[in-house]
């Protein structure tokens, strides 16, 4: 099994999330006491976000590159970023460490074309939303991608980061998700919604749309997963079994 090095902490719902999914996710397919080999770095959200609102991502990246090389240093064999928006410095990050990362784009969009859904909306912070970075590594990936209008924009990202990060469900703010998807699909006709921020399924669920929703965090979960410990890790362990535990 390989080392996992996560970047997390923003927001620490998030990290939360990420540490106990991939944890049950390698049990359920491994068995036994089996768990994750991770390594995971907890910055303290306060400290970037006021970096990230005016606009100093030289700085946050500087950070966060820093962090990956620690990582990388004691031992892990893949690093991620347990959030949406700071992929906005994925390829900085990678460019300065000689492990490999897994995007979140890229395995959220394979989920979407798995199921043949490639007209999607995109919902996320505002960073997520107005800028380009995810939603030109989704294009990428053959979909097509469609974000709400400015003044809808800012009231999700008031709710991700005033209610959500802190682990506020509200459920004003849910039906206010649930009007936002239904207009998307009155309007652009989308097939299906990309929540893109790993907080949003916290308060938005399959049954709160009539589309499929996918949720980026769920996605890039599975991803690692299957990158840390893949499926031939099972069938291994299971001829050794039939082999009274001996190495094949």
Sequence with gaps: MKTLGIIGGMSYESSTHYYERINKQVNDRLGGLNTARIIMYSVNFEELEPLMRTNKWDEIAITLTDIAKKLELVGADVIIIATNTMHKLFDQIQSNINVPMIHIADTVAQRCNEQGITE??????AYTMRESFLKDRLKQNGLSVVVPEDKTIDEINRIIFEELCVGTVNDKSRAYYKNVIEGLHAKHGIKGVILGCTEIEMLVKDQYAGIPLFDTAQAHIDGIVDYVAP???????ALNSDNGGRTL
């Design 120 to 125: 999607v909306g995109l919902l996320g912070t």
């Design 231 to 237: 499926k031939k890790l099972v069938a291994s362990k």
